[in-house]
């Protein structure tokens, strides 16, 4: 199973996505993830924010994404509380490729993925793409975890998890 979340809600990219082999495909817009082809029913909840500790800390969000443009660190403590509200980490190609420190984007990524495997985490990879340029293949995203030191049993189950939540 593999699945992918959009930048936005588009037809054509939905079709695209699924041409590609992807199961699932999901958007986020103003904070709620939902599936891409059913245009209704169940949401997540997903926070980008300056608040992340206090966020974690509460369970308030059922995805955290954009952990390393606030250059936030994730800490063993934090992870337990993700673990503990059943919390996504998602991690975006578009973020790396976008930035304009890569170094520093790719740093904060690399102990933040650390962590989230060393600690058991259950963290997405995915394009988060806007247009048709910026669609990455399963075996991309996959290679993008493995890079960062994400173990395949521990994005597969992740990916299971996600998508046995719709």
């Known amino acids: 199973m593999q699945i992918e979340i959009l930048d936005k809600d588009n037809e054509n990219l939905t079709k695209r996505v699924k041409e590609l082999g992807f199961d699932g495909v999901y958007t986020i817009a103003s904070n709620k993830v939902s599936d ?14 300056p608040d992340y500790e206090q966020i974690i800390r509460k369970g308030k969000a059922d995805v955290i994404t954009d952990l390393e443009k606030a250059n936030f660190y994730l800490d063993k403590g934090l992870c337990y509380k993700i673990k503990e509200s059943s919390s996504f980490v998602m991690f975006k190609f578009s973020s790396l490729i976008s930035s304009e420190n890569i170094f520093a984007m790719y740093k904060n990524m690399m102990h933040n993925v650390h962590v989230c495997e060393e600690h058991g985490v259950n963290a997405l990879f995915v394009s988060f793409a806007s247009d048709n340029d910026g669609i990455k293949s399963p075996m991309q995203l996959f290679s993008f975890a493995y890079q960062f030191g994400y173990s395949e049993a521990r994005f597969k189950k992740a990916v299971l998890e996600f998508a046995g939540r719709f």
């Open 36 to 49: 891409a082809e059913k245009k209704s029913g169940f949401t997540m909840s997903a926070y980008s924010g």
